[in-house]
């Protein structure tokens, strides 16, 4: 289906034009304004399929004369891009909280420098990606600590955020294991964090506190990983192999696309794999050599399933 965007210009209280004009929409800020307002994008995608444009014209014609449209009041989410505007987004005119990406990176450095300082333990940007709409930032200790024999740990804190109302402003605890030979993986453990762009500030102060759960939850994490014997030679009648091959299994059949599933299955298939001798890291290892070539949503995707695997390795 061709992409229609919504084409306005915006009127001062005299109901003259302002200077801000010939303003498009993006992302899905169409949809949001026609279903905000009058509950019409999916009529107004058959009539322009239909070529009915005048149908949809002449509804809103009608329905902008009724008071209770008239008193309706939405946000408008703004942005102008060489020289010209775009509507990103309408969300709630009362319940929506602005939080652009530029405060949530301010909180999050503010909340990671105090950790910090109080524990002498200095961190850094792992991954960085800000657009005009959405936002991930990991922030990650510099330094990596051994937890067992020639295992070792980097524990971090993802941020993520969206500017169209898509969503919440979350803190989750997440981390990276390798080994000396640097095969390694991350696993997006915990969340710490969740401001709804709704909150009251008393609900966003007390979720900016539990941030500090950090320590507690990188104890347990340490803890758990240290019950599982990493550098062991592991065969394909293991069970943390089994473990293992089952959970990508159960990803790539419910989330992943076939042709990433069989990257892999096939990453850890165990007539291969098993030609050499090979430890638990190892396989570990090669299904990120896989992970790490595919997109973001992907690689969060597993990261976050990986989760509930740790624990069946012990």
């Known amino acids: 289906m061709p992409v229609r965007p919504l084409k ?8 003259k034009k302002t200077y801000t004009k010939n303003i498009l929409s993006i992302y899905d800020a169409r949809k949001k304004f026609l279903n905000g307002f009058y509950r019409l994008d999916y009529f107004a995608n058959f009539a322009f399929s239909q070529d009915e444009k005048d149908l949809i014209l002449n509804n809103l014609k009608e329905l902008n004369e ?5 008193d309706l ?43 910090s300082k109080k524990s002498n333990v200095p961190f850094g940007i792992r991954y960085a990606n800000i657009s005009d709409s959405k936002m ?32 919440a402003v979350r803190f989750t605890f997440n981390y990276e294991v390798h080994n000396s030979n640097n095969k390694k993986f991350t696993v997006m453990d915990a969340q710490l964090a969740q401001i709804n762009h709704g909150h009251r500030f008393e609900t966003i102060s007390s979720e900016l506190n539990a941030i500090d759960e950090f320590t507690n939850q ?5 803890s758990l990983l240290q019950e599982i014997n990493w550098t ?35 990453a850890i298939d165990p007539e291969e794999i098993f030609k050499n001798a090979v430890t638990l890291i190892d ?10 070539k595919q997109s973001r949503d992907i690689q969060r995707i597993i990261e976050d399933r990986l989760n509930s695997l740790i624990p069946k390795l012990k």
């Open 66 to 70: 009724k008071q209770y449209i008239q």
């Open 232 to 266: 062991k030679k592991v065969t394909k009648e293991s069970r943390a192999f089994k473990a293992v091959y089952a959970n990508i299994a159960l990803i790539a059949g419910q989330t992943i696309s076939a042709p990433i599933k069989e990257q892999l299955l096939g």
């Open 73 to 115: 009041k939405m946000k408008f989410r703004l942005i102008e891009s060489e020289n010209k505007w775009y509507l990103r987004s309408v969300v709630s005119d009362t319940r929506y909280k602005t939080f652009d990406n530029a405060t949530v990176m301010f909180i999050a450095f503010s909340k990671i420098s105090s950790f």
């Open 283 to 292: 396989v570990m290892g090669k299904l990120n050599d896989v992970i790490s």
């Open 218 to 222: 990188r104890a347990r994490v340490v």
């Open 8 to 15: 306005f210009d915006i009127l001062d209280q005299t109901g």
């Open 136 to 167: 991930e930032l990991i922030l990650s200790e510099q330094k990596s600590s051994e937890i067992a024999p020639s295992i070792y740990l980097k524990a971090g804190v993802s941020v993520t955020n969206s500017e169209l109302g898509a969503g």
